[in-house]
Every structure is written in C-alpha cells, then in structure tokens.
C-alpha cells in the first residue's frame, strides 16, 4: 500500500500461554494496545497485521513474537514490535442483489444480522448493493439498523457489477477516519457488468489499506464469469490479507459471525527494513509460523506486500 501514518506500538507485557480460543470482542471502554488494522509504511517501519487460523477457521491467540518470522523480498526482518490490536473499524459491506442471487438473499440478509452482533458501537458501515450498477444506498455510519432495513427491501434482479461495486465501496472507504478498515463481499463472484476491468481494481485495492473478505455463495454457475467468482473473490480477497469463505446458503450467518471474530483478533508484526530505498517499488512479505509444540496446523493471513515510500 502507499504511505499511512504510524503509531509506535507498545510491547505486550503480559504472557500468554499459547492456546487456540476464540475471543469475543472487547466491550466498548476496554483499553488494550492498538496500531491500526493495515499493514502502514514510514522511512523505518513497517507493520504488517496478521491473522492466524486453525484448521476449523478459529482465531489463535496467545501467540508470542518468536512464534513468527517475517520476510521483506524473501530477506528475513527482524521483529522489534508486537502487539495484538482492537480498535474500532469502518466497515463496507457489499452486497450482492443481482438476478443469480435468487433465494439466497434472505441467508444474506441474516449473515449481514450476525455480523452486527459482533460489532461495538464505535464501529461503522455503509452498504454498496450491487446488480446492473453498483448504489451506495447507506454512506458511513455508526447505526446498523439503517443497512438491516435497506437490506429488508433488497430484491434480486439484473446483472452482476461486482467490480465497480468493490471500486464503489473503496472510495468510501476513503472518507472514514478510521485506521481499521474492512469489505465484507456477499456474492456468487459473477462479474458480466462492470465498467473496471479486473486488472484495474486489484491495482486499486493493491494501493488501498482496506482488509477484505469474501462469503461466496456458489452453484448453478451457468457462465464462464459465473465459474470464475470464487477464483476472482479469493484473488482480490487474500491480496490484502483477508480470504475467501464458500458457504451453503445456510452457513452464511456462521461465517459472517466468525469474520466478525477474526476481525478483532489480529497480530500486528512491526519491523525496521535492513535496505528500504523511497523509490516506490513494490515489496512482497511473506510470513512464516513457528508455533509451540503440541497445536495443531496453523494458517497465517496477511497483507502480501507494500509499496515503499517515494
């Protein structure tokens, strides 16, 4: 991503003994060690947030800072901060109304329902509904129930424009001063009318500090645009550090709940490049576990790389 401001991050001083859990969300007033959601470049640091998963999808916690290793252009960093973050967010959720939705938009409906319990009040949203064109129907706000009603007259018809959607839904992201910024994209991935091209929008969101995740809803693909959603969802998705779920219709509100859970369980990883020139040239990062004996096999996500400072 481009440049962002950074906070100094302060070092856990707790211990925690390593264990797979997962966490709710601390309540609103709880005062907890933050820096942020995106990974953020300066002339000497860089962070990078990182969620690690089991194999059932649920959040790791109490992991330490040898439990990681970090890589800027394959050259191993060293780790001078760490810290595990939660903060309020601004969240976009992009939904899909168009005509391959069908009957899958009262499951939709309910998954945007769960991912509202997980939220704090300090949390905000807008909606970007999406068919022939995409419509910012709900700007930035901190009420749910104003995208649960919207949602309530949500009908399935037309066209896919999935992408001018993802593009639509950035730029308002743009206008929220929250450093915690996430999409939640509910589609079966079908793109056939949008006006950006799938180049396009990678670029922009390969430059945004936004987190992404998609719930695929897939099946009874009839075109190839249709067979292509889920690899196009889990491009654009994992590129930020986020991934894609494929759900039944009937598991959407569980995995929205879970992402709302991963959302506030995330590590963030700070180290100083041993050779950053501001030249602005795209960096990979790459990181590795190293967990304690006895957990079961873990999987890492995370932002794949930055663009140095100009």
């Not at 050259?75 to 069908?102: H, K, N």
């Not at 499951?107 to 939220?119: N, V």
């Not at 050779?275 to 990181?287: A, F, K, N, P």
Request: glycine share 8%.
């Amino acid at each position: 991503m481009r440049t962002s401001s950074v906070a100094i991050l302060g070092l856990f001083g707790a211990v925690f003994q390593a264990q797979v859990s997962i966490q709710p969300r601390p309540k609103p007033g709880a005062k907890q060690e933050s820096a942020g959601a995106t990974l953020r470049v300066d002339t000497t640091l860089i962070l990078v947030p990182v969620s690690v998963n089991d194999a059932l999808g649920r959040p790791v916690t109490g992991l330490e800072r040898e439990n990681f290793r970090i890589f800027d252009d394959k050259l191993e960093q060293a780790i001078t901060q760490f810290a595990m973050e939660d903060e309020p967010v601004a969240v976009g959720l992009v939904f899909d109304t168009s005509g391959s939705m069908g009957d899958k938009l009262g499951r939709s409906r309910m998954a945007a329902s769960e991912f509202f319990k997980t939220s704090n009040p300090e949390d905000e949203f807008c909606l970007v509904e999406f068919d022939n064109s995409p419509r910012l129907e709900v700007k930035l706000t901190h009420d749910t129930g104003l995208i649960e009603n919207q949602l309530t007259f949500s009908r399935s018809k037309g066209s896919t424009a999935l992408l001018d959607a993802i593009f639509l839904a950035l730029h308002e992201m743009k206008h929220s001063k929250m450093r915690k910024k996430a999409l939640i994209i509910i589609s079966d991935g079908g793109d056939n009318h949008s006006r950006y091209t799938e180049r396009e929008v990678k670029n922009v969101v390969a430059e945004s500090d936004v987190l992404i995740y998609s719930i695929g809803v897939f099946g009874g693909g009839r075109t190839p645009e249709e067979y292509d959603g889920p690899q196009l969802l889990s491009k654009i998705s994992e590129q930020t550090g986020g991934r894609l779920y494929e759900a039944a219709p009937v598991e959407l509100p569980d995995i929205a709940k879970k992402i709302g859970i991963d959302l506030s369980n995330r590590y963030v990883i700070g180290y100083s490049p041993k050779s950053l020139d501001r030249d602005g040239r795209y960096h990979t990062v790459q990181v590795k576990l190293a967990p304690p004996r006895g957990l079961p096999p873990l999987r890492a996500h995370w932002r794949t790389g930055y663009y140095a400072p100009q």
